[in-house]
């Protein structure tokens, strides 16, 4: 089945711990991208990757880390955890470099940093 | 830059009635335009997707939305609200060759028996 899927779904850690949330398509897809979801701002871009080790930040990327070794993985990486990182993420793929004209979204993950 | 206005962060219908979600966009070129849908506990599913010729474009459960161009609009819309459509809708826009894609806010539906 083509997906995208995410490890872990939920998360509790404390601050400064260091996390990474995975993310893997097996759609050979050459975009991905990582989104937060926070009440009232709808899904915001934290990194993208338009192909193997070609990352760029996108509108919230302070705090996190990424990379793209392979061309199904896309990790987020949080090296020391804050409390307002806590939010819902979204990885997404999309066949292009680029996200049009359609992306597929994971299941997400929900994280909370106390 | 490309951005996404919805109006109305809440809306509420009866079962039965007309479902009407607005989008705004603004984009200075062509815009690829989307609707999602977030179920409860759920990732986004696409609804359905605008990227050129037809401007009236239907999607799944029964949902349509128009494209605009006069009116930069790509506003959502279903005769008959089933009590499964409550959810929160997020409207997106983005473009050829553009590197991301950017969302509203979301408007959350609830659907009163």
């Known amino acids: 089945e083509a997906q995208v899927t995410q490890n872990p779904r939920y998360l509790i850690t404390v601050t400064g711990k260091k996390l990474t949330v995975t993310c893997s398509q097996n759609?050979?897809?050459?975009?991905m991208s990582w989104y937060r979801q926070d009440p009232g701002l709808g899904l915001r871009q934290i990194y993208y990757s338009m192909n193997v080790e070609v990352t760029d930040k996108g509108d919230v990327p302070e705090g996190y880390k990424v990379s793209r070794k392979e061309k199904r993985n896309f990790p987020l990486i949080l090296e020391s955890p804050s409390p307002n990182q806590t939010s819902l993420y979204f990885c997404?793929?999309?066949?292009?470099?680029?996200?049009?004209?359609?992306?597929?979204f994971g299941p997400g993950t929900r994280l909370t940093v106390l | 830059a490309q951005s996404v206005t919805q109006l109305g962060s809440h809306v509420s219908v009866s079962e039965g009635a007309l479902v009407l979600l607005r989008c705004n966009y603004s984009?200075?070129?062509?815009?690829?335009l989307f609707w999602y849908v977030q179920y409860p506990n759920q990732g986004l599913q696409l609804l359905l997707k605008y990227t050129t010729g037809a401007t009236l474009v239907k999607g799944i459960n029964g949902f349509e939305a128009e494209f605009k161009k006069s009116e930069t609009s790509f506003h959502l819309t279903k005769p008959s609200a089933h009590m499964s459509d409550a959810a929160e809708y997020f409207c997106a826009v983005s473009s050829y060759n553009n590197n991301d894609m950017r969302f509203g806010a979301g408007t959350r539906l609830t659907v009163k028996p």
């Open positions: 759609m050979n897809h050459e975009y």
């Open positions: 984009s200075s070129v062509p815009p690829y």
């Open positions: 997404a793929s999309s066949l292009d470099s680029f996200p049009g004209p359609e992306q597929f």
